[in-house]
């Protein structure tokens, strides 16, 4: 199975930035995605994108998260714009759907 380490995640207030960085182990094929896990809650997809490049988005996020990838680094990220409160969660890349094996997720904490 394809071995995905996250990154890019951090403190910060309200209205502020984030970029989250997804390096796989190896060539990704197909649709890759974006998850936050909020505590005792399951994982749920925030964002997904193809191999081509064509994107998705939950309402909560439009317009404020952009996912991207770059095929040629087996890298996928989440550029996370005007942060808020509610966006605070532990955050995971994995295919859709998604492979038994995940990465160890990274956290995003949003406060004043």
């Known amino acids: 199975q394809v071995q995905f380490v996250e990154s890019g995640g951090g403190s910060v207030q309200p209205g502020g930035s984030l970029t989250l960085a997804c390096a796989a182990s190896e060539s990704i094929v197909g649709v890759m995605g974006w998850y936050r896990q909020d505590p005792g809650k399951q994982r749920e997809v925030v964002s997904s994108i193809t191999t081509r490049g064509f994107t998705s988005y939950v309402d909560f996020v439009k317009g404020r998260f952009t996912i991207s990838r770059d095929n040629a680094k087996n890298t996928v990220y989440l550029q996370m714009n005007n942060l808020k409160p509610e966006d605070t969660a532990v955050y995971y890349c994995?295919?859709?759907?998604?492979?038994?094996?995940w990465g160890q997720g990274t956290q995003v904490t949003v406060s004043s």
């Open positions: 994995n295919k859709i759907p998604a492979q038994p094996s």
